[in-house]
């Protein structure tokens, strides 16, 4: 039995046999082949990563954009989609090497590895960065779909985080590099961050390990638009920066540096308490580098509890109107910064984002990038099960280290058992149609295998005890006196 399958627009249509029908929209029918049911059953969160990636990222939609945006490669007999995909497997952990991904897949690659290293090597930082953007562009639409957006506490404004990351140091494996004992360090990268959508929206990579982290505000600066909100830590306050936001019709909450310079204006004012402290403001007037001056609020925050630092109070810049927000949202958006760094936490723990056998800063920069498209993923699967069960659900109790693990687990077999061709319907649906389907599945998932599981408090470690004499224990011998206390 032959059945079709048009589009809700009517404009194209395929043809499909024997389809198994998931659910309807809008009166136009979604099908799924019947090969996909195991999966839908035992792991439709797996169906749900490779089926965006299908929509989003696919091979051909991959490689027209790579050879529209390259400026210094060319596609010849590598394909980039090829690179993406060997990367993917990868930073998700289903194999732990490049080489090992390339060798599990060489039969279906024209090329050898000694190309595909070239290939890594030469990838632009600028083709990096525009990945994580056209991800991100992807992704966003189909999370406000599912309802999957937080609360704004600033409405009519778009909150961008930002934060550096440093990939830390590779293995000595560039000739170069084998006779020097420091660790190399193959590059950094400033993120930005929306924790509305909660993904990663763009990204700045530099090839110099040891650049600053201000060197590349002034390629930040090049993307700020009206009504965004940029929240960081002391690191970016600089007057550079800081006024060239105000310049852009866009404010800033900034942690102040002790060298920010600035004069004061009138008397602080306290303002209240929070959840954290009192909070205190007072008006400052800051000389920008074109001698233009501006007015900023320097708001204080008299800390109950002191910084891992030993801070017992905090300093924050912000250019927000005092009219529209007060000096305590101002504080509290601040301390929200932290969701940044949970990413990165993510990013750390659940995915392969630095892989340390790449010593080339260009590839190790990729790598990254792939990482962050990975996440843009995980958002789009959390904005979907929080659809059905809840945001705050989800935040409480939901753990991303569960998702990933059974992603990576299930990928591999899921994609030798269904051919790439039974994927192409997701490549055809519209945002909406695609965000129900992602929907129906979520609602399938068992969240008894996704459990969060909080550890307490950190108690304080004993101090250990070394002697030469000793330099290892048996732990049999160490439970037994245990036994007999």
């Not at 590895?113 to 966003?140: C, F, H, W």
């Not at 080339?360 to 699967?381: D, H, K, N």
């Not at 996704?450 to 330099?471: A, D, F, Y």
Request: net charge positive.
């Amino acid at each position: 039995m032959i059945e079709l399958i048009k589009t809700v627009d009517n404009v194209t249509s395929k043809r499909y046999s024997k389809k198994e029908k998931l659910y309807n929209i809008e009166g136009a029918s979604i099908m799924l082949d019947p090969i996909f049911k195991p999966f839908i059953e035992k792991s439709p969160i797996s169906i749900i990563a490779r089926g965006l990636l299908e929509h989003a990222l696919s091979t051909d939609q991959l490689d027209d954009w790579f050879d529209s945006t390259a400026q210094e490669q060319y596609t010849k007999d590598l394909l980039f989609s090829t690179i993406f995909n060997l990367m993917c497997m990868v930073v998700r952990g289903s194999y732990h090497s490049v080489h090992s991904a390339y060798q599990a897949t060489k039969k279906d690659i024209s090329v050898s590895i000694t190309s595909i290293y070239n290939k890594l090597q030469g990838i632009e930082p600028d083709i990096s960065a525009g990945l994580v953007r056209y991800a991100a562009e992807k992704m966003s639409p189909i999370i406000e779909q599912l309802g999957g957006t937080v609360y704004s506490p600033l409405p009519g404004k778009r909150i961008k985080q930002l934060d550096g990351n440093c990939i830390e140091k590779t293995e000595h494996r560039i000739q170069e590099l084998r006779s020097i004992p420091a660790g190399p360090l193959p590059g950094k990268s400033l993120v930005v961050y929306d924790p509305v959508l909660r993904l990663p929206i763009d990204v700045f990579p530099c090839e110099d390990g040891h650049a600053q982290e201000r060197s590349l505000l002034s390629k930040v600066l090049q993307t700020v638009e009206k009504d965004d909100v940029w929240v960081a830590d002391r690191n970016f306050c600089v007057v550079d920066f800081t006024c060239g936001i105000a310049n852009s019709g866009a404010d800033f909450i900034i942690r102040e540096h002790k060298n920010y310079p600035f004069g004061l204006i009138g008397k602080e004012k306290y303002i209240g308490k929070i959840e954290t402290g009192s909070v205190y403001e007072q008006a400052i007037l800051v000389r920008g580098t074109d001698s233009k001056e501006y007015t900023f609020r320097r708001v204080r925050v008299k800390l109950k509890k002191k910084t891992r630092n030993g801070d017992d109070e905090i300093f924050i810049i912000s250019s927000l109107s005092k009219s529209k927000v007060d000096a305590k949202k101002i504080a509290r958006l601040y301390r929200d910064r932290w969701t940044i760094e949970t990413a990165f936490q993510y990013l750390e723990k659940n995915l392969n984002s630095e892989i340390n056998t790449l010593g080339y800063p260009r590839a190790a920069l990729f790598g990254f990038c792939i990482a962050l498209v990975a996440y843009s993923i995980m958002s789009v699967v959390l904005a979907a099960i929080g659809s059905v069960n809840g945001a705050d659900f989800v935040d409480k109790n939901v753990s991303g280290y569960y998702i990933a693990n059974e992603i990576s687990g299930v990928y591999l077999g899921m994609m030798i058992v269904i051919d790439h061709s039974h994927w192409r319907v997701f490549q055809h649906m519209t945002s909406s149609e695609l965000a129900e389907i992602v929907k129906e599945l979520s609602a399938k998932i068992d969240l008894g295998t996704l459990k969060k599981h909080p550890r307490g408090p950190k108690k304080p470690q004993p101090k250990r005890v070394s002697h030469k004499t000793k330099p290892h224990v048996s732990t049999a011998k160490i439970l037994a006196r245990r036994k007999n206390k």
